[in-house]
């Protein structure tokens, strides 16, 4: 189907229709169980870090502390340095937290509702004072982004994501036109879904851009930074660029090794300005005595250094390339050229981001639900779960086997040209 199915006629295109629907009924006849609704790593992925629960063969710290006592809120020295010299951060602007980034973003995000920050008053406040705090969101973008600030009433205010990053122009007017606009999410390397890197012009830009909120923040979720399948990306050090820009406080950088060892017992970190990591720290104080110090330093004996930390993910890669090459290259033989789906080849991350026929994603998830393959749901990339076009679904290639995915894909492709079919069939 490489031509454009626009261009068929209606008895083209009806015949065609019952060609796929009969296959579909063959499909579902056949009561698979597939799963593509989330980027979780592959048990193959996940052997490759099974000697770390052997470690640590040594629990005294480098000052002399014993790992398995109380104490060290900020995280272990040891470990904040390793992920300083990876990350191009400074060990004292880092606090070590537990398994997932999504309990610090959430902690932080938080703390701005309950106690605001250097002065301002507490979001909070303002939201029991009549004003509606308001996030800027990145689409398509993290589902989870959009439930933490549905969660603390934190209205939520949909920018496109470009090829450079969230569109600027945008972005900036926004910003400075309304106080009550307080931040915005990023995913600034291998953004999910999408696969977009930020352009330098565009970090630049969202470290000096004038803003009518005192306390605007920028929660900058570098989840992918080191992601990598395709081509190794960077981009510029955020907490660099507002220091040069004069505002030093404005992000919060987060970053975890969730994919990178184990989801449910990795570790996860958040840098920001001096100033902030001591407020952060005050709150934590009343919240926790320290995090698991005991894996922080099983990590640092696993890896080392941050050049094993990179031999580590290109074997990760080693594991990631074949099933994106999978997907991808069935989509580019099923469907390029029939104006059916249109996606992005992503460099890294964990997602392959398509955009269906106008109208068509939310069908397309049910078709493929009802054929045995789940998904993540249409319109989880934009706020609310509104996609006002129902257009983008985010493909999780990572999970299932090469054989599984290679089955689910094809199911994918018969649903995308069947919901695509019939919508053209209703005009």
């Not at 008895?11 to 056949?30: F, G, H, I, P, T």
């Not at 890197?197 to 920028?218: K, N």
């Not at 920001?272 to 698991?292: F, R, V």
């Not at 955009?355 to 078709?367: I, M, W």
Request: aromatic residues 8%.
């Amino acid at each position: 189907m490489n031509q454009p199915v626009s261009a068929l006629s209606r008895s083209e295109l009806e015949e065609r229709l019952s060609a796929l629907s009969c296959q579909y009924e063959d499909v579902r006849a056949k009561g698979m169980q597939l799963n593509m609704a989330r980027g979780k790593p592959a048990a193959s992925q996940l052997d490759l870090s099974m000697d770390l629960l052997h470690l640590p063969v040594d629990c005294t710290l480098e000052d002399g502390t014993d790992a398995r006592n109380y104490g060290i809120l900020d995280g272990i020295s040891e470990c904040r340095k390793l992920f300083a010299d990876l990350l191009g951060l400074k060990p004292e602007q880092i606090i070590i937290g537990g398994n997932a980034s999504l309990n610090t973003m959430f902690d932080t995000l938080a703390s701005l509702v309950l106690f605001g920050t250097q002065g301002h008053k507490p979001w909070g406040r303002l939201q029991y004072e009549g004003h509606a705090v308001k996030f800027l969101c990145p689409v398509p973008g993290y589902d989870r982004h959009f439930t933490m600030c549905e969660e603390l009433g934190i209205e939520m205010i949909p920018v496109p994501l470009l090829e450079d990053g969230p569109d600027m122009k945008m972005v900036s007017e926004l910003a400075a036109a309304n106080e009550d606009i307080k931040g915005i999410w990023c995913v600034p390397v291998h953004s999910n879904p999408q696969g977009v890197c930020y352009s330098d012009e565009t970090v630049r830009a969202l470290a000096s851009m004038e803003t009518a909120a005192g306390d605007f923040r920028i929660f900058w979720d570098n989840a992918y930074a080191i992601h990598h399948i395709y081509e190794e990306k960077s981009v510029l050090n955020i907490i660099e660029e507002c220091e040069k820009a004069g505002h030093p406080d404005r992000p919060y950088f987060f970053f975890s090794t969730s994919k990178i060892t184990f989801p449910g017992a990795g570790v996860s970190l958040i840098s920001s300005s001096d100033a902030n990591i001591k407020e952060l720290k005050g709150h934590m104080k009343a919240q926790t005595i320290g995090h698991d110090k005991l894996n922080q330093l099983r990590h640092v004996q696993f890896f080392k250094t941050p050049e094993n930390i990179r031999l580590h993910m290109k074997k990760l890669a080693g594991e990631l390339r074949p099933k994106f090459d999978m997907v991808l290259n069935r989509f580019d033989a099923e469907l390029k050229g029939s104006g059916l789906l249109e996606w992005h080849n992503p460099k890294g991350g964990y997602f392959v981001s398509v955009d269906t026929l106008p109208g068509c994603a939310r069908r397309t998830v049910k078709l493929a639900k009802e054929a045995g393959v789940t998904l993540t749901e249409a319109g989880a990339t934009w706020p609310y779960g509104k996609d006002p076009n129902d257009r983008n679904i985010r493909i999780a290639p990572s999970f299932p086997t090469i054989d599984e995915l290679e089955k689910a894909v094809d199911i994918f492709i018969l649903c995308v040209k069947i919901a695509g079919i019939e919508k053209l069939l209703e005009k």
